[in-house]
């Protein structure tokens, strides 16, 4: 009877696991409205405000105006996460009434412009992703350290593959004929 009580108890607590982890994330971007509502910060471009590391929660609250010293979230072209930045001036053409945003990030020296995609000046509101609501700090470290894992590994691995083409090169130019044995590093 305790085995059965106890694997019971088990599989009970694995559903609630996962069912927590597939409805949470939905229910958060149907309530937020935002693809992420919750993402790491990668970088030290928002310090002091908010640090490498940090978690912030977004929404999307399109029907309000953007207003210069909020912080949002947008995605750039070329660039594959989004960045948080704050915004620091909000333009409206006199005669098109078209929206214009320019972001900077608060430990940064210059605006965004040069992050923008070629010939950008500003952003408009269809690159904003939402506004970042508020920030746990520290919560964001695992994705900071899997982010940076991962770039390590393939910086280990390019300089594995530049070592390995070095010592190809230099066996072919020594007039070596090399074997399919020399390139997956068998003995002769």
């Known amino acids: ?23 949470v994330p939905e229910g958060m971007m149907l309530v937020t409205g935002v693809k992420s509502p919750a993402m790491a910060v990668l970088s030290e471009s928002m310090e002091p405000a908010i640090k490498k590391g940090d978690m912030v929660f977004v929404h999307n609250m ?3 105006p953007f207003r210069e010293g909020e912080v949002v979230l947008f995605k750039v072209d070329g660039f ?20 214009r945003i320019l972001t900077k990030g608060d430990n940064n020296s210059v ?3 040069f992050l923008y995609a070629s010939g950008q000046l500003w952003l408009q509101p269809h690159d904003i992703i939402g ?3 508020g920030y ?15 770039k390590v590994s393939l910086f280990l691995l390019m300089k594995d593959v530049a070592e390995w083409w070095k010592h190809y090169n230099s066996r072919s130019t020594m007039g070596n004929n090399v074997t399919t044995a020399d390139l997956c590093g068998l003995p002769p």
């Open 136 to 150: 746990l700090p520290y919560a964001g470290w695992p994705s900071v350290f899997i982010s940076e894992a991962y």
């Open 131 to 133: 506004r970042v609501a």
């Open 80 to 99: 594959e996460h989004p960045i948080v930045h704050r915004v620091i001036k909000v333009y409206e053409h006199r005669d098109t009434r078209e929206i």
């Open 111 to 113: 605006d965004d412009r």
């Open 62 to 64: 399109s029907n309000e």
């Open 1 to 23: 009877m305790k085995i059965r009580h106890v694997l019971t108890r088990s599989i009970t607590f694995l559903v609630m696991v996962l069912v927590l982890l597939v409805l």
